[in-house]
């Protein structure tokens, strides 16, 4: 998959992750491969959006920058 680079400003450090982009279709498939079943990709969402800034949140909901892949083993 492509690199990603992740940096978190923290109070006294920086912490930078390497992601990889891979297409939700690899991961199911090698969840599948793996003996995982229920396959499911969760998008985040928001509960909060500010008065003045009604659209404050779009950009990251139509591209978002990680989703919750949930799959159970039987």
Known sequence: GAPTKIRLLL?????????????????????????????AVHRPEVSIVPDDEPHFWDDFLTYPSFLLLDCAKP
């Open 11 to 39: 109070t006294d450090s920086t912490l930078e992750l390497e992601n990889y982009y891979m297409a939700i279709a690899a991961y199911e498939s090698a969840f599948a491969q793996t003996g995982f079943a229920n396959f």
